[in-house]
Each structure stands twice: as C-alpha cells, then as structure tokens.
C-alpha cells in the first residue's frame, strides 16, 4: 500500500526534541514506523501550515488512491470534506489530543489581555519604567464577567480553569446546552441569544469550530452588541472573526483587546492588521502564531492518536468513533460539535 503522509507545524517542531525521536511525531519517527509496517510511502511536508497544500491534495486528481486523510491533531476544516464525501476518502483526526493546550493558552490569553501584559514587558525590554503607563489599563479578573461561545472540550475545560478566579458569572452560548451535571460543577449560565449572551460579558472566547454558521460570525454587527471596552479571544478559528471589523473595534477601543493564536490567512502576511493592531491606550494585543495546541505535551499525544488511527486502519479495525469527520461516503456530523 502506498501512503501518503503530510507533515506540518508539530512535526516540524519535534524534529528539534530528541527526546521524541522514534515515535510518529515527527519525520523520522513516522518514516520508520510505515517502513516498519512494509509500506511504500511518500512523504511531504510543509513549513508552516497545511491549509493549502493539503487541501490541493485531497482534490488533486492524481491521488486518485487516495483512502484516508489523518490531521495529526484536531481541526480538519483545512481539508476539503465535501470532496472526501464525494471521493470517500475518509478523515479523521485525534479528538482531544490537544484540549488541554488549548484551554490553558485561552487562560494565558486572558490574563495577558486583562492585566495589561504585552505593553508592560515591551516597556521593560524599551528599558522604561512608567508604572501608571499599564496601571491605568490593568485590571483583575476576579470580578469581571467570563463567556465562551462554544462550551464543548475546549470551552469546557476553559470554564473549569476559570474556577479558583472569583470571576462574577461565567457565561456560555451553545446550540448544544451542556448537562445540568456538568453545568452546575463549573457554576455557569447558559444564554441562549447571541446578542444578550455577548453584551453581558467582559471577556469572551470562541471556541466553536470553523464552518458555514460561524465563519465571519464575529463581525461589525455583531461587536456592536459587545460590552464598550470588552477583551476577546480567539483560539478557534481566525476566519470566525472579521479580521478588518475586530482591527477596527481595538483601535477604536471599542474592544479593549483581542488575542489569539489562529488566523484567517495562515500564515499571516507581514503586514496583517492583526499584528499590529492597538487599542488607543497602546496595548491590547495578544496575537502568536499558531501554536497553542502544538506543545511537546500535545505533540506526544497526537502522535500516539495518529499511530492508534493508521494501526486501525491497516489491521482494518474500527476507527473510535469520536474521531471521525467523514466516514465511507458520508458526514459523521456527531463527530463535530456534539461529543
Ligand atoms: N488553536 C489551536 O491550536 C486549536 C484550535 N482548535 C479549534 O477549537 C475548536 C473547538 O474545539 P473543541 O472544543 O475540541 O470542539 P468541540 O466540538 O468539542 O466543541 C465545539 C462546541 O461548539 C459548539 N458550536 C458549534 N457551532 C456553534 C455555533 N454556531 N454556535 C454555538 N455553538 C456552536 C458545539 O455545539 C460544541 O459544543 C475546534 O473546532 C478547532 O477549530 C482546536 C484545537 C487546537
């Protein structure tokens, strides 16, 4: 059998940690585990980001054997999955792999916004020293209002690390309500309108996936309806927020701040506007590259998903369904959005 392996960001990465060496999450780890199960392969990789690449191989009419799609992680919207219904290639990914790297980095991404970090440790690297400079723009979480739009493993875990802050209300907007059990252990309300639910909050972050009832979901209108002087954050997907709307709304200072890892164009040009952008007090900006669910950590834990995935699938063993975007044929819509 010939496979065809795409490598990027984590693999890339891994190549620098020895210690991973001889596992599939990187390179060499995974050419010697596919010669170890006698396959021919081939192997390509990119620098930076898989979006176009990958999605230019699963329409190329050349890979015409082509049987299974593996995002070594999660987030598969960077393939195109009405083509693998059509050709019935399926796709799967390691659900949850990175949950944790995720949550941890929508936390990291809060504090920084809220206590007026990134301005502060430029003024130290400047060699300044203009205390009432950030003061004037530092606040405590304790006390503010916490939402997230998507309260699945993500949003979940981010409430559950929201715990020990004292934060006034945590908040939540999901077409999917959360069990009552699982609701009432992390305290938090679920508002089922949109609008209301991003009025009330003072912080708020995405986590829902990227498709046709989120993309550009965070837009002019919608940033209207947020609280003046709101902190955003974005670890989703960049495409969810207008990236020209939320540019403008932390210039203006109608946001206070916007930070994230995703982008709509991966990987950002030179001069995106989201790199520079400022709220009119000179800070407010949160933004890495794509990085936050690319740890060592999770590294060593989707590497043994996309190893448990390919064993399934050359031994022809049942695929754990939760990993399953699209199946033979078909749309395993249970598999987004509802686990
Ligand atoms: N920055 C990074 O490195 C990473 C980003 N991600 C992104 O985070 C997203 C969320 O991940 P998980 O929490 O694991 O997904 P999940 O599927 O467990 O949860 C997503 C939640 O969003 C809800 N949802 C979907 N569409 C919605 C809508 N229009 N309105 C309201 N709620 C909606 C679903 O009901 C579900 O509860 C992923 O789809 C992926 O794009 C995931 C991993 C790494």
């Known amino acids: 059998m010939k496979v065809l392996a795409v ?8 190549k620098a940690e020895p210690r991973l060496l001889g596992t599939v999450e990187n390179e060499l780890g995974l050419r010697r585990y596919l010669e170890s199960l006698g396959h021919e392969y081939v192997v390509t990789s990119s620098k930076e980001g898989p979006e176009s690449d990958f999605q230019k191989h699963i329409v190329d009419s050349d890979a015409k054997n082509l049987k299974l799609c593996v995002t070594a992680g999660v987030g598969s919207d960077h393939i195109d999955l009405n083509a693998a ?18 949550a941890e980095h929508v936390l990291m991404s809060i504090l920084l916004l809220v206590r007026n970090f990134v301005p502060a440790h430029e003024m130290i690297e400047r060699g300044d020293w203009q205390v009432s400079d950030i003061a004037r723009n530092a606040f405590d979480l304790e006390g503010k209002v916490v939402g997230t739009l998507g309260a699945g493993r993500i949003g979940y875990r981010v409430l559950q690390r929201l715990q020990p802050f004292n934060c006034k209300e945590l908040l ?10 699982a609701q ?54 960049g495409a969810i927020c ?3 709307d939320v540019a403008a709304a932390v210039k203006s200072g109608r946001l206070n701040g916007y930070a994230g890892d995703v982008w709509n164009v991966q990987p950002a040009p030179k001069d995106h506007i989201w790199r520079t952008m400022k709220n009119p007090l000179g800070g407010g900006n949160g933004m890495v590259p794509h990085y936050s669910g690319t740890t060592l950590d999770a590294q060593a834990r989707y590497a043994a998903g996309t190893k448990a995935i390919l064993e399934n699938y050359f031994e022809g063993k049942e695929q754990d369904p939760v990993n399953v975007i699209v199946g033979i044929g078909k749309y395993e819509s249970k598999a987004y959005g509802q686990r």
Not at 215 to 222: A, P, Q, S, V
Request: aromatic share 8%; net charge negative.
């Open 85 to 102: 219904v059509d050709r019935k290639v399926q796709v799967l990914e390691v659900s949850g792999s990175n949950v944790v790297s995720v």
């Open 242 to 244: 207008n990236a020209e």
């Open 184 to 237: 009432s252990t992390v305290d938090v309300r679920r508002v089922a309108d949109l609008k209301e639910f991003v009025a009330q909050c003072d912080v708020l972050t995405v986590n829902t996936p990227l498709h046709e009832g989120t993309r550009n979901l965070i837009n002019k209108d919608l940033l209207h309806h947020f609280k003046p002087g709101a902190w955003l954050v974005n670890t989703a997907r």
């Open 7 to 14: 490598l990027y960001n984590g693999f890339q990465a891994a």
């Open 172 to 181: 939540y907007y999901d077409y999917n309500p959360l069990p009552m059990a």
